[in-house]
């Protein structure tokens, strides 16, 4: 598959989940199991479009055309965070989890590392639309820098 293709088919599955989501919640809202297993999949859809446009960008892609795979990240980073609520931890469900305590008992810290995120990837879309190669490459290895820091503290490897 292509960088664009997968990163297409992530941001239309994450669109299908967050429309179940939506549906479900008018009905009732999902259990904490159903929300690790929806924090799991838009992690691994982060870590598909990262992916996708590290690829572009190193095939000499135009930055200006990755800017709704930037999007993308910046509106999940937003999302981050709501998606690690009370009674989600470790032990807590019957879904796995790699999310470490101080998620919950650091949660300043975490939303802080969070809001990191997502102002790094706020601007990697802002340097797309301007069409910055450069500062899109700089900015990109940033928004890796923000995502491993949290990793680093808040995630069990």
């Known amino acids: ?6 990163a297409i088919l992530c941001a239309g599955v994450a669109t299908l989940a967050l429309a179940a989501m939506a549906e479900a919640e008018t ?8 929300v690790v297993k929806a924090r799991q999949a ?3 859809m982060s870590a598909v479009t990262f992916g996708a446009i590290k690829q572009a960008l ?14 993308a990240l910046s509106l999940w980073a937003a ?3 709501t998606m690690f609520p009370a009674g989600t931890g470790q032990g807590q469900t019957a879904s796995e989890t790699k999310a470490k305590p101080e998620v919950w008992s650091n949660r300043t810290g975490f ?15 802002d ?3 301007a069409g ?3 500062g899109f490459t700089a900015q990109l290895a940033l928004v890796k820098k923000t995502c491993d820091a949290c990793h680093s503290d808040f995630k069990e490897r």
Request: glycine fraction near 8%.
């Open 1 to 6: 598959m292509t960088g664009r293709f997968t």
């Open 27 to 34: 009905a009732s809202a999902p259990t904490p199991a159903q």
């Open 42 to 44: 838009s992690l691994d």
């Open 58 to 71: 190193d095939g000499g892609v135009d930055v200006s055309k990755l800017g709704f795979q930037a999007h």
């Open 79 to 81: 999302a981050l965070p």
């Open 111 to 125: 939303e802080a590392r969070a809001a990191d995120y997502a102002a790094a990837t706020a601007k990697l879309a």
């Open 127 to 129: 340097l797309s639309k």
């Open 132 to 134: 910055d190669t450069p």
